[in-house]
């Protein structure tokens, strides 16, 4: 999936919905889904002007997703279009501004993901490595090669994940480490429906214990369920 990296306090602006064309100096032919990830560095003095827009400066994260539908030549009477919708958000910057990216259908993430980023228009996924908290019953089942489907809400950050990749599981108990394999993904509608694809063992119980779906709505509402949907990481210890 292709990423680009903006610095604050532009990456904000876009997915809080303030800004609808990001400036570069060089054109693009790509169109389609982005996602935006905010750099390391922010423009300090950039801070006070955007004062009143209450941004959240996220860095070395993805934060959101649009999709890249034109990229337009700047002249001056574009610039002059721009500034009457908003003469704060597209007054003075300090980048190169020879071609507006506009973007569309923009989504702020609930939960940043956290990754390094790069220059130019690029790729993210493939073999990525993914971190995720787990409590110390199932991240033991894990270890001991009993659990192989980790149950998630399908969010943003789930939907990052493909087969292939490497999730690093840490114990909250005692910041033990683990790394699996992504070798499937199960989708459905709610851990009700999911339940019934799938064994009790493989999803982290004792032969002794009553699995019910149920378990899962103290982590996750049924609300939240119906948003994302739900997904089964099918997963393997790596060597």
Same mark, same amino acid.
């Given at each position: 999936?292709?990423?680009?990296?903006?610095?604050?306090?532009?990456?904000?602006?876009?997915?809080?919905?303030?800004?609808?064309?990001?400036?570069?100096?060089?054109?693009?032919?790509?169109?389609?889904?982005?996602?935006?990830?905010?750099?390391?560095?922010?423009?300090?003095?950039?801070?006070?002007?955007?004062?009143?827009?209450?941004?959240?400066?996220?860095?070395?994260?993805?934060?959101?997703?649009?999709?890249?539908?034109?990229?337009?030549?700047?002249?001056?009477?574009?610039?002059?279009?721009?500034?009457?919708?908003?003469?704060?958000?597209?007054?003075?910057?300090?980048?190169?501004?020879?071609?507006?990216?506009?973007?569309?259908?923009?989504?702020?993430?609930?939960?940043?993901?956290?990754?390094?980023?790069?220059?130019?228009?690029?790729?993210?996924?493939?073999?990525?490595?993914?971190? +995720?908290? !787990?409590?110390?019953?199932?991240?033991?089942?894990? #270890?001991? &090669?009993?659990?192989? /489907? =980790?149950?998630? @809400?399908?969010?943003?950050?789930?939907?990052?994940?493909?087969?292939?990749?490497?999730?690093?599981?840490?114990?909250?108990?005692?910041?033990?480490?683990?790394?699996?394999?992504?070798?499937?993904?199960?989708?459905?509608?709610?851990?009700?429906?999911?339940?019934?694809?799938?064994?009790?063992?493989?999803?982290?119980?004792?032969?002794?214990?009553?699995?019910?779906?149920?378990? +899962?709505? !103290?982590?996750?509402?049924?609300?939240?369920?119906? #948003?994302? &949907?739900?997904?089964? /990481? =099918?997963?393997? @210890?790596?060597?």
């Amino acid at each position: 999936m292709k990423a680009l990296t903006i610095k604050q306090p532009w990456a904000s602006l876009i997915v809080d919905g303030y800004k609808k064309y990001e400036f570069r100096g060089w054109k693009t032919k790509y169109r389609g889904k982005i996602l935006i990830h905010a750099g390391l560095s922010l423009e300090k003095d950039m801070v006070e002007r955007f004062e009143k827009y209450n941004l959240d400066y996220t860095l070395g994260a993805i934060i959101g997703e649009a999709e890249l539908v034109d990229c337009i030549l700047v002249d001056n009477k574009f610039n002059e279009e721009l500034r009457k919708i908003d003469p704060i958000v597209y007054g003075r910057s300090n980048h190169v501004e020879n071609y507006a990216w506009k973007l569309e259908n923009i989504k702020k993430y609930d939960k940043p993901i956290y990754v390094k980023g790069k220059l130019g228009l690029w790729n993210y996924g493939g073999n990525m490595e993914h971190k +995720m908290k !787990l409590q110390d019953g199932p991240f033991k089942a894990i #270890k001991d &090669g009993l659990k192989t /489907i =980790e149950l998630r @809400l399908y969010d943003e950050k789930r939907k990052l994940v493909k087969i292939g990749d490497t999730i690093e599981f840490t114990n909250v108990l005692n910041n033990e480490k683990i790394n699996v394999q992504v070798t499937n993904l199960h989708l459905y509608s709610s851990f009700e429906e999911l339940y019934k694809h799938f064994d009790k063992i493989s999803l982290g119980y004792n032969e002794e214990d009553v699995a019910s779906y149920k378990d +899962m709505e !103290l982590y996750y509402s049924k609300e939240e369920q119906s #948003k994302y &949907g739900v997904v089964g /990481i =099918e997963i393997k @210890l790596k060597k």
